[in-house]
């Protein structure tokens, strides 16, 4: 006898399956290497074309003239190390509509992808004429030049911070104690220690009257911790370190120089919307790596972006415009270009950003139900965002502590981070400015939400709740 599935379902009509029918018949691939450059089209029912490239620029040029001259109207190219970039914006250029593909994509099907660029190019045009590649996200090209010099004045800081700790270890294998006197070492009151001691002084309290008044240990406390052994080639570290450390700073400092005019230069015909008052507590935060002149690039992002992302609960000028530049904007001005509604709702978006779990489903089991590893700067910087608000008084530190008495740490900072995601996303997308929910009301909409649970639930069992 036959058993009747639980998840049996009506007699239905099917249809046979009539194959694959191409969506981008205009579809070229183009496999890129290091030295040569290899594109297919689409010949007739039953043959393809190829042609390879050099890498200079008349080559990229005399690329996307031979593509035009088949009627090509959207190119796919595998993301390979830098080599994509110039083409990719050389054929945009043209006019030609571009797909930047990963690798991983490209692989599902085992056995084609293979290391001939030839192969390579006509598998990625056959895969692209089905429609079956989806393009990797790419800002507006105007926002990409801002994310590239952010990109480098980060990685500027990243070379810097090395140096700062040869100074500091330099110092202890001498045993002057000054990170144990002071919390930062190149606060004001630190670098002017370490300047007079690479300049020759090492007389401990005329050390220690370099301090700043508003230190919080005593002036006897430090001259007692700058007290070492003053070895010769400890003290050629820390002067060779020094001069290191301020070479990085005269970088970042020309960097913040060329952002500010390509902020000038980025949409000046947009309007500049009013600027809110940041918090006190806003204001009164600050970090030795942000950018200077916080008001006047609040302004440039509220221009560009039309929402103000800094007013946003663990947001900060330094994360809001790393938001924009790798996230992109959307405003009614913009007619093309990608942007956040390249994602159609909050849910695609916090999963680009590496915010939202992978459900590996199998039988109607769950088999594996985790986050996926991710180098996404944008997402990185919504988990900073959630790290800052674990201990504050707002609607997200509430959500945070809250789902830290039954997670981990790290699981709490992801969902806190997902949620501040959602309001940014609705920000940008529908322009839509920030209103902070009283924590108050918060915590008695969320009361209100349990009881209602809770009495559902009990009337399911039979049962009815009773206030004691």
Known sequence: MRTKSRRTRGIEEAHPF???????????????GAVEIVACVAGDETTQIVKAFGNYTVDLQALGKW????QVKTVAMESTG??????????????LECLLVSSRSLRRVPGKKSDTLCEDAQWIQTLHSYGLLESSFRP?????????????????????SPHVQHMQKALLQMNVQLSQALSDVTGETGMRIIRAIAEGEREPHTLAAYRDRNCKKSEEEIAQALTGTWREEYLFIVKQSLELYDYYTQQIEACDVEIERTYALTRPDWEDGELKPLSKRKRNSHSKNEPPNKEALRAHLKRISGVDLSVVDGFGVAVAQMVITECGTDTPALACGASVSKFPT??????????????????GRVLKNK????????????????????KSNTVFGSFYRRLRTRLDKAQATVATAHMIARVVYRMLKYQAEYESINIEEYEVKYKEQQIKYMKKKAAKLGYQLVPA
């Open 18 to 32: 009539a194959g694959m029918s191409q969506v981008n018949p205009n579809a070229a691939g183009v496999d890129i």
């Open 67 to 70: 593509l035009k001259e088949h």
């Open 82 to 95: 830098v080599y994509w970039i110039p083409l990719f914006e050389e054929l945009e250029r043209q006019g």
């Open 140 to 160: 507006q090209g105007d926002l990409v030049a801002l994310r590239t010099l952010l990109r480098h004045r980060g990685q500027l800081v990243d070379h810097r």
């Open 346 to 363: 909050e849910k695609h978006f916090c999963s680009w950003l590496g915010l939202a779990p992978k459900h590996e489903i199998s039988g």
């Open 371 to 390: 986050t996926l590893k991710t180098k996404n700067r944008a997402g990185q910087a919504f988990r900073m965002a959630a790290q800052s608000v674990k």
